[in-house]
């Protein structure tokens, strides 16, 4: 452990000395500013230079993306201090801004997301986890940290990321081809295969195609254990030997992308586009510190397939001298996954150790009436849908008075089903008509968002400008279908299988009245394909109909810019933003509103020594009002209440300095200081006045999984050899640590998610139309944590730790034409 830290240290004092070396070069030697200083964004729904615009933003441009090896979430996220996010494998992500993170988001039927993602003009933040879209011939990735309630609305709570595709270019025809071979320490080889073509059709058209290919290495082994199970003596003792296995947590992903512009005339072009993905990976990707480093024991297989497809709509034009543009998608997911389930039953036999365990409690007998092996595994899918349209227009950039506004539409729903199952459980113990279901959630999922738009600037004076927008919204979120056990028609001693508060007991009857209440009553039929019955539902007239909350209301931006030259900008926001409510799937807990966050913000742009230094930093503080909180209630079953109140102070600051011909040096860095402002209960009080056991966190606890330091800085220094240009760099990516759960309890049984430096070195040769590359990430091999979690909600027995992928040497090599 000394030898890596002093690595790291080492390292960090080069880096530190050669920038601080640099510094007075600049009076010196000097570059003019060059096509990469000129980042243009479009963060405010128009084109302007990222030093113009008066947001917290980052910007990685296409060359950034390429010289960095981003090709997914992870790779991007480390390079955007104000970005936290929780996983447990690919696919599966929640993204946090700036602190706002109450944790346990995620689930299927949980809380919508508070960070937007988008892809170029279409939103594709989804429930259950954020879309790891493969980065490749991408023009920019824009982060914009803070609400963006006004442009962005709902679910742009804490901010967003936007994914900029290259466009089709009717200039000329263009070409590129791209590959990498790479070897994981304690792992196996993986590489990846992409590439891109832009075809001119005409004067007027042009089609952009880009496809990839990426094998991801496993580094987790699956190593052999045992479970012992109760009544002891006579209990049942299970091994894992058969799906004993090294590596096996590989996953690979493939796709493609086209674009199609057309050129209307002069004012108008159409883009159609269309996106495909797909993800699959076996294994889990998280270790368990009590089997070892790198190491998990399992005892079913683990494996997720995750398939999504895009066609969007983009048309832009002129009416006079206005710009219009209407954007419209469609989105269509489908996610299955299989994962062991042993630890929850581990932990559940001996929570019920007193009714014999797990399977005493639970009646886990055959049809026989034997007891039967209690471990489960589940069997989930999600199909999620997604459709959005916007219509906007804006007023002429240049004039003193300006404008933008639209409308936006969004339906999104996801059809849920999560069977967990017990093989050989007799078929009165499993759902009704489906024999060795223990547990069966099978719902729909409808949330629909309206929005009325706008945003007005006025220059005050030629170097201040008042900005003030608003967003009327109006949500409709909807939740039907059937949760829970299954119910021996003879009724005592099963009724449920442990439980008679869910599942078919609870299911309506043609009256009017639940099954428990009404034991002769006729079931009315199953409102979702493949369930038994419906117990999570309203009766109407006679009809089931899905549970719904709504609401509307308004949210707002006030900003003022003072720009006393070309080369400085000052800015100070008043903004605001908000996340909808939703229904929980647990029918006796009641729906729970929308949460708002509100933003005071101060920032600075600065680009200074003609051109070599780029500093932007923002101070802020934002208020988080009854911030929506998701937890793992009794029997590990998620529920969503509006908690207290939260404060967040931070800072944020960037920084690009080119000190010298070829040598670039960049950072940027995040302090975060996120609170709560009342006691968090463990039982549902609007008053938070709950006191002692009652308490699951006091006022002043901090949030969690956002470290209160995350930084990263990138050196490459680039010098010509020959007839091409050699190049050396470094990447360090630091963070501290922060608590996996807000509840204080939970927390100390989970763990800190330990703070981590990781360093990355490349160095390469560009020649002509070729590149050539030997890189090394995760240099010193360190295990970077970057979530902690347990499959048993309110156990906490065996803890799971996700971690970086091993030190990874590789090669890349590529080509245009």
Known sequence: MSVRFSCRALLLASLSSSVLASLPLMAQETPSRGDDDEIVVTAQKREENLQNVPISIQALGTRKLDQLNVTNFEDFSKLLPSVSFQSSQPGVTTVYMRGVASGGDGNHSGSL???????????VTTIGGTLDIHVYDIARIESLAGPQGTLYGASSQAGTIRIITNKPSTAGFEGRVDGEINSVKSGDIGGRLEGMVNLPISEMAALRVVGWYQHNAGYIDNVAGTRSFLPTPGGITVDNDEFVKKNFNDSEVYGGRAALKVDLDDNWTVTPTVLYQKQTS???????????????????????????????????????????????????????????????????????????????????????????????????????????????????????????????????????????????????????????????????????????????SFDILPNLTLTGGGRYFKYDNSLIGFFGFGRNPAGPPFNGAGSSRTGVAGCYTTTGAI?????????????????????????????????????????????????????????????????????????????????????????????????????????????????????????SFTEIHNGPNARIRGIEADINVRP???????????????KTRNNLCKIDDPTFSCTGPDVAAPAGTRLPITPKFNANATLRYAFPVGSGEMHFQSVIAHRSSATADIRVEQATDLGRISGSTTVDFAVGYDFGKYSLEMFLENAFDERAELARFSNCGQCNTRVQILVNRPQTIGLRAGTKF
Not at 113 to 123: K, T, W
């Open 113 to 123: 997301p508070s960070v937007g993602v988008y892809l170029d003009e279409q939103p």
């Open 282 to 456: 076996h294994g889990t990707f998280a270790q368990d510190p009590r089997v070892g480093d790198l190491q998990v024991q399992r005892f079913y297989p683990d494996n997720r397939s995750d398939r999504f497809i895009q066609a969007a709509l983009t048309i832009e034009g002129k009416l006079g001298n206005f710009d219009v543009t209407y954007a419209g998608a469609y989105l269509d997911r489908k996610a299955y996954q299989i994962n062991d389930y042993t630890d929850y039953a581990e932990a559940y036999d001996k929570l019920y150790e007193t009714s014999g365990g797990l399977a005493g409690y639970f009646y886990l007998e055959d049809n026989a009436g034997n007891d039967i092996d209690p471990r489960q595994f589940i069997i989930g899918t999600d199909h999620f849908r997604k459709m959005s349209q916007e219509f906007r227009v804006a007023s002429p950039q240049d004039e003193r008075f300006r404008v933008v506004a639209g409308l936006f539409y969004q339906r999104q729903s996801n059809a849920i089903h999560q069977d967990y199952m017990v093989p050989g459980l007799a078929d009165l113990m499993s759902v009704n008509g489906r024999p060795g279901t223990l547990w069966l959630t099978e719902q729909k999922r409808v949330d629909k968002d309206y929005a009325a738009f706008g945003e007005a």
């Open 515 to 635: 099954l428990r209440d009404n034991p002769g009553g006729t079931l009315l039929p199953a409102a979702v394909d493949g369930s038994p019955c419906t117990n999570l539902a309203d009766f109407v007239d006679g009809k089931l109909v899905p549970k719904r909350t709504k609401d509307d209301g308004f949210t707002h931006k006030l900003n003022l810019t003072w720009k006393p030259t070309e080369d400085l900008m000052t800015y100070a926001t008043w903004s605001r933003g908000f996340r909808p409510g939703g229904i929980n799937r647990r029918a006796s807990v009641g729906s729970y509103a929308a949460d708002f966050l509100t933003n005071y913000e101060l920032g600075i742009k600065s680009t200074l020594a003609d051109g070599a230094v780029r500093l932007n930093a923002a101070i802020y503080q934002q208020d988080w009002k009854k911030f929506q909180f998701s937890f793992l209630g009794e029997n």
């Open 660 to 674: 010298t011909e070829g040598l670039t040096i960049t950072a940027a860095a995040s302090y975060t200081d996120a």
